[in-house]
């Protein structure tokens, strides 16, 4: 049997050690053969390939990036790109594919599979949004990536008295803002399912500066003000270049709590140094598990699946069941760890 | 209400973690009053005590260690020390106990309960090998510790053709050498678990030589040879002080490898360093949320039961469950990654 | 002998470790008592002071930021403050004073040595910039860090195509991207002593495209385009509060880039990351050094200068040398690794 | 003009760092060809060799270990060895040697620039104890993992009443105990070039415990006990198999300490783990520029010389200089921290 395997995406640690256990399982284990698709759904689309097999997954498990490349190449916008997905497949001889990607990826793979190609999903986002799995691989890192930086930031907050925003990724669910904010002894965590009210959080600071050090307030990119919030006091001053000097909500967030409370405030856009680089130990270990179940879903002909973690345990589930929604952080969930906010 | 809490047994990161969500949700969001016993159950043994309170809980998250002081005295081996408990107890006007701990922490706590003691358990080992719980806290620090240490002797290994033997904690569970093994890309993993063939060992690291660079083989200090399996080969040379200079299993195993292949090899104890210093994100969130549930446990007056992670959500188990037996890695999860090993 | 002790400006891993090592020198070797003066300059202006002896000092050494705080208060901008200084040192019975901090808490203890303060200052800057010591501590941990976040980002570069422009500090000095980007294999570095010029930078970025993966670029935050450098094209899109979004020069730079040469291109602004949190050791070694010296260099009555690292060596330079002149790039230093660049 | 690179000795992180600069200078600026000799002097003895350009050395900066493998192979006690290399140079089309290694590696390059082949050296050890340069690259990245491991154990020490000893490496020099003892707050540090005295050890492990936590002692291997100092004390108990269970000097002293005071002691022996994985920013830049520095000097034809760090400038001091004699701590260098300890 000869196997297709492509990354697309957003980059995630952890990709790599899918590859090489989906490689080293299916070789030694079900005596596939593989090839490579580079950059994601624009591999099958254009024939890009690459050899892959486990020569060239030595040395991989522990580096961040993906061998295979990726893009955001989505062929159900292209006129005749399922048909020519199809053709390449069918001329380079593959039977199956291994699809590891997030939502627009497996989104892809879930019509591929309803139009008859045999594919088998891995979910990937640091974002750890995806239905269906207990956790993703990458947000274990993102969040201790996170995590650290909150840690070096109590030491500025403590001994020079400045509230310090840090925006971590996150556009639709605040998984990533709520651990690290947890992890990090944050005393505000603001997402995207929870609009914030800038007064409030003002008050917050106030309060937050009588009774302790200056407060760490950490933010998904993706919050937003609760409607009616009037998050327009500060009107943005001209750089040396004529540009207003402004940024995303953790600026934003930073310049209004500054103008109307008057202690110096800082934000710190970790961007995308959160999803770079070596995966943790526990991303590895998902991501190599994931990889092998996949290998193995493969060999049991069980297409239309992707695998998911479930307690500690690596389970199948529809391709469909895992793209259909979103997973955000309950209300039940954001209030847990109320009690060391606000 | 008046409530004490206690770490017993060895370190482990997250402990700090634990006691300032306790605290922080009891003050908070119950209105309770605290009492730190100090030592394990040496405190309400001898009646050591100190002030414990969201004071004295402020910037522990990020530290290893706890702030209580740990013991492994147990009560029920000293005459009347059940007695002495309650009388302590009492007289210091403590209604109920959080008691942190492990196997026998909390096995005492567990025969405390049932002589009627008000305690909630909140389980603790590194070794993650307490049944009834998904995860316990500082297993994901020690894994994290146990796989840098891995990927910093792949390059020794491969630059310079030497055997490396890696001996990590597990006295009774493989746990740690399994994940961390999977992380770091061993080539073999020993746990007491799977009694270990030196000779089949010996032919893999052969084998591994032929094909790849030099092999690395994580092993946990409770790993044992099969019966009958002959590890008398080294006879141990004498140092300059008269003594034969052999450690542990590591070591034994080093020693092995190198007299009957001929490959230079050396081991590698991890030793303390697994479990001390600041918890990775992942145990700060989970031992932050056992101690948020274990004070919700006592508020609603639910005793003789333990903290448990069941997929995300946090649950709370009979104490006698958690301490009922060892969980031990199974056939399959010791077969499952395999294909990377021997 | 009783002395005063102080740390002004800005955080900078390092500051307590020298605070400690200050306290135990001089304890135990010369008999002082100390006297912690709190939030720089503001502490002996107001009479701002804390306890400080060897208790306090206690598990200090690996912590980011300042027990005492610090602030950027300048008593030669207030009427009578340089009086109030005096007047506050001689009723606190403070014979001497030990400073901690950059060019401007440098220059306000170098002017007050010249009206008869005893005073002797420890160079602090993550900058780098102080001439008179081959190196500040707090330095080692922004390249570190800086470092670390480089590396995160070579695998996004390679994996995803991307042009990553990484701003790091240095208002004046490149010397945290200079070594940032020779340790992290940058393929540019921009410094505020060398101007760039947008349109070399895009070639650059153009040829690498062709010849390797994605380039990564180092800015200091200071770094600035040469005259006449056309850095407008990019006018700014409005966000969703009807505000530019655009940053400092990293931001711009990425915008330049991306509209100029059609690679997409991000910017990762680390900034206050870099100065909090834990000490490297070789911060840890400095700064103890120096705090060390600096109880002697009070001991020996020798006020007035300041304690500088040469070669291995702790000497002591008149602080007047120390904060004379900023320590800059020289054009040779940034030529010599220039064949990793451009 | 064709130049062989060679990489002799133990581990060290940073010499994938040296051979990418010296190739990246060489080929780009000096308009060099390369060989890369494989296995230290083993390569042109043997005449094994591997291709070595700018594509070879893409990406392995922040890789410890080396690419072209190491050995300890000496030609001086092979008869004719000197011969062969000379015939193999000859043969192979090369005109300079960069030698990269430490004592025993740049002393046979020493010998052979006395015979007339054209060499030059770069100083490594992880040891630091190369006269003729203030800083070897290597020793920076063990010093910081030794400095972790002890922060680390730290707070089992503190929480847990136990004396822990740390073993790093340092058989002849005690550097990276000094200065990872100053780094960690270790309270003795027990050096080879000052005996120590178990009887004074053991009396400052008791008055720690008096006014302290439990005391963390920093041992090199190469430490030894004052002469008739008595260290037989703990006469080895057997383990399952019949071997007595006692290592090396660490262990050693952990028993006495324990058998003379009472005091539960564990011994931590770090290993090969200082020695592998990523090298920290210094040795990256430190590496780089010697390497930088190296290709100059052949460009130069200064043979005979090897490259050394004074202060903040790279010199070239005459190999002979460089391994004359050992750079060991001199006691003023050991004094100057003694206030933290004993």
Sequence with gaps: MRVGVLTGGGDCPGLNAVIRAVVRRGVRDHGFEFLGFRDGWRGPLEGLTMELGIEQCRGILPRG???LGSSRTNPFSIDGGVEQIKDNLASAG????????GEDTLG???KLAELGVDVVGVPKTIDNDLSGTDFTFGFD???NIATEAIDRLHTTAESHHRVLVVEVMGRHAGWIALHAGI????SAVLIPEQPFDIEALCRHVETRFETSYAPIIVVSEGAVPVEGGDMT????EKDAFGHVRLGGIGDRIASEIEARTGKESRAVVLGHVQRGGTPTAFDRWLATRFGLHAADAVAAGDFGTMMALRGTNIERVPLS???AELKLVSPEEYAEAAVFFG
Tied chains: 1, 2, 3, 4.
């Design 65 to 67: 990036g993906t061998i």
């Design 94 to 101: 593959v039977d199956a594919l291994v699809a590891i990607g």
């Design 108 to 110: 892809v793979a879930t």
């Design 141 to 143: 890192t993102a969040v």
């Design 183 to 186: 992890a990090g002894g944050a």
């Design 233 to 236: 006091l500060v009107s943005g």
């Design 321 to 323: 069941e895992g793209t």
